[in-house]
């Protein structure tokens, strides 16, 4: 429903609501996408929900079992799956990763490619770049580990917890 929604569908069982939502969708099943080019470039991905104006857009799409509400929310999503993301542009650029849940705005923003990361709160890990190398690393509260590029299976929980430690494991 929407000019180019589903236009390249070739497969059953996918909703597609808003203007070029699955617009490049090929072989993926049971998709759902709403909003404005929501999963606008999901060629092969399945069992996928996106909500949102822009929301996993961003390049081709083949990733599975991924959830984004919230405008541009994994944006430049593309062969990563089972991440969750909710709110506006959280995890906004990754790409390649997996298992990962950012919650509330900016939250994991910068974020390319780590995986089994839980990042919940405003700006939590937002400056996150070498992203590979923060895997299994978790932070709550609002700038909880905002200044993280390197260091795997951290944790911080509390406002601003970590929020100036940039390296470091454990």
Known sequence: LGYQS?????????VGIGNQSLHSLTSGTQS???????????ST????????????????????ENTAV????????????????LGVRAGLAMATGSANVFIGKDAGDSATACSNVIAIGHNA?????????VNGTIAIGESALDALTSGERNTAVGF???KSNTIGDK
């Open 70 to 85: 919230g405008v541009t929310a994994l944006q430049a999503l593309t062969s990563g799956g089972q991440n969750t993301a």
């Open 6 to 14: 589903l236009q390249s569908v070739q497969t059953a069982n996918n």
């Open 125 to 133: 890990m937002h400056t996150v770049s070498d992203s590979t190398a």
């Open 45 to 64: 991905g399945g069992y996928n929900t996106f909500v949102g104006y822009q929301v996993a857009n961003g390049g081709t799409i083949t990733g599975d």
């Open 32 to 42: 759902v996408a709403i909003g404005f080019k929501a999963g606008g470039h999901i």
């Open 160 to 162: 601003e917890s970590l």
